[in-house]
């Protein structure tokens, strides 16, 4: 009898506005799916004191990460306020091979590159209940003067309108619901018995 899956297994991509609670989605999968590999982007960002070294990223520098760029070995990659960020493709498709459910976690354009790396990725687009309820999100943190906040929530609105370019929505009204929602997509636990012999 064949026991093999019957659908190979896909990378799913999280991606969203920023304040829509993507990192907080991601921490209620860690706690209640276990089984889910997440997988931890290279950065060439200053290590901050509670950050572990292939936890929560992994630390390299410049000419180490311009290295992985020339020779390929980044599904997607991207420049944010002077420090490079990216996802190293190996892991990601040594998990996919070993049929482990495997998601990654970036802005819309990573989102965009891994689409045209991995066309069979399923990109999944966390959305806020309404545009306002994500506005309120935003100045609700305090935490920015009023050009950054107004750019922030330009920038937020355009997001919003890449949602189609995505193959399902997850509204974020609820945030277990919206973590059970996302699992639900990513296959069962019994396919993460192979993550034993990684």
């Known amino acids: ?118 066309p069979d990725a399923q990109l999944v687009f966390l959305a806020p209940p309404s545009r306002e309820e994500l506005h309120r999100r935003l100045v609700g943190r305090g935490t920015e003067d009023p050009e950054t906040l107004r750019r922030r929530l330009n920038h937020a609105d355009e997001e919003l309108a890449a949602e189609k370019e995505f193959d399902l929505t997850i509204v974020n009204d609820y945030l277990e619901r919206a973590a059970d929602e996302l699992v639900g997509l990513l296959g069962s636990p019994v396919l993460a018995a192979a993550r034993h012999h990684l």
């Open 1 to 118: 009898m064949d026991l093999a899956p019957t659908a190979k297994p896909r990378l799913t991509v999280l991606s969203g506005p920023s304040g829509v609670g993507k990192d907080a989605v991601i921490e209620v999968i860690r706690k209640q799916a276990p089984w889910v590999w997440i997988s931890v982007s290279v950065t060439t960002r200053r290590k901050r004191d509670y950050e572990v070294e292939g936890e929560h990223y992994h630390f390299a520098t410049r000419k180490e990460f311009e290295r992985l760029v020339r020779e390929g070995a980044l599904l997607e990659w991207a420049e944010f306020a002077g420090n490079l960020y990216g996802t190293p493709r190996g892991p990601v498709e040594a998990r996919i091979a070993a049929g482990i459910p495997t998601l990654l976690k970036i802005d819309l354009q990573g989102a965009r590159q891994v689409r045209e790396a991995m």
